[in-house]
């Protein structure tokens, strides 16, 4: 009753095998469509779809010989039959075998959901750059760990994307560990990592030769 009310106030129907077949069956895979119009129930569900954070997740065995990276490649068209945008599902395979689908449609839209707060913001956080600590969320908003020790990062995207924000917080997580000497130097010049050079052994801004240097 409780994931009955809380459905109910989002913006899409319940998540109902009805619907999960589907949004399968049109997806133009062969291999779904000749499978469910021998037997409709070619697809299948080995555990009830059920509530999984903010949101459904859906447990389905393809037919015989699909496999579920097929329909993760077809994503789009997935969340066109569900009538949902498109970061609100999220195929992946499962465990089990590959021809396992794990479908999680989330309440509302990944873009809209509320960020919870960085577990290291805790008064109580620790972090040793030798083991993985929390870094960003999944679409499920589960924490994704990272390690620094042994590893190169590159960001990249758009504008206003957030490579900055992200990088700060690399560095902050490592400044909780004492044993760190944070070395920084951006050469773009403005100065976007000039807030944390207190926590930093060495800093620089500029393409100057003194920075460079």
Do not use: C
């Amino acid at each position: 009753p409780i994931t009955d009310r809380v459905t109910e106030a989002t913006r899409y129907r319940k998540l109902t095998a009805e619907l999960v077949r589907r949004g399968l069956t049109s997806l133009g895979l062969s291999g779904i469509n000749s499978a469910v119009a021998k037997d409709p129930r070619a697809i299948s569900f080995p555990v009830d779809i059920h509530r999984d954070g903010p949101g459904h997740i859906a447990i389905v065995d393809l037919p015989y010989g699909v496999e579920a990276s097929e329909v993760v490649a077809r994503r789009g068209k997935l969340a066109s039959a569900l009538r949902l945008p498109l970061d609100q599902v999220w195929p992946e395979p499962a465990d089990g075998h590959t021809g396992r689908l794990a479908l999680w449609v989330g309440y509302e839209p990944a873009s809209q959901m509320k960020q919870p707060a960085w577990p290291l913001l805790s008064s109580s956080a620790k972090v040793d750059v030798f083991k993985p600590f929390p870094l960003a969320t999944t679409p499920r908003l589960e924490n994704v760990d990272v390690s620094l020790m042994f590893r190169n990062y590159l960001f990249g995207g758009q504008p206003g994307s957030g490579k900055t924000f992200a990088l700060r917080d690399l560095v902050l997580a490592a400044a909780l560990d004492a044993r760190t000497e944070i070395r920084g130097y951006e050469l773009k010049g403005v100065g976007d990592f000039a807030v944390l050079e207190p926590v930093m052994t060495e800093y620089g801004n500029g393409f100057d030769d003194d920075t460079l240097a």
